[in-house]
């Protein structure tokens, strides 16, 4: 489990969490119950969970049919979209602020 590791990687960095009484007695008991210290058990947990929907986002399965279709739209030629392609040919932001920089210079 990777929330091990952080209990002895250095810490450098603060994470200051507001709850209320109730939720700070459970916390403190859940502690107390594992034999770690708050900050310790309250970091494990979040890890732990964050770990959870992180995997949740990395990873998805497919039936046999729904990956034969998948496989088949990442292989089928790339189709034309002639509004996409007309958007990327436009100037963006960066490229049109120096000529407003220069413009707003010479006022």
Known sequence: MAS???????????????VSRSAKAKLQAAAAASHRSMSDFVMESAL??????????????????????????LNAPVRPLPGLRALLQEPGFFDIAPARQAKRRSR
């Open 48 to 73: 732990a969970r964050a770990e959870e929907t992180l995997v949740e986002r990395r990873t998805f399965g497919l039936s046999a049919e729904a990956w034969t279709a998948f496989q088949a739209a």
């Open 4 to 18: 091990s590791a952080v209990v002895t990687e250095r810490r450098t960095e603060k994470l200051d969490v507001r």
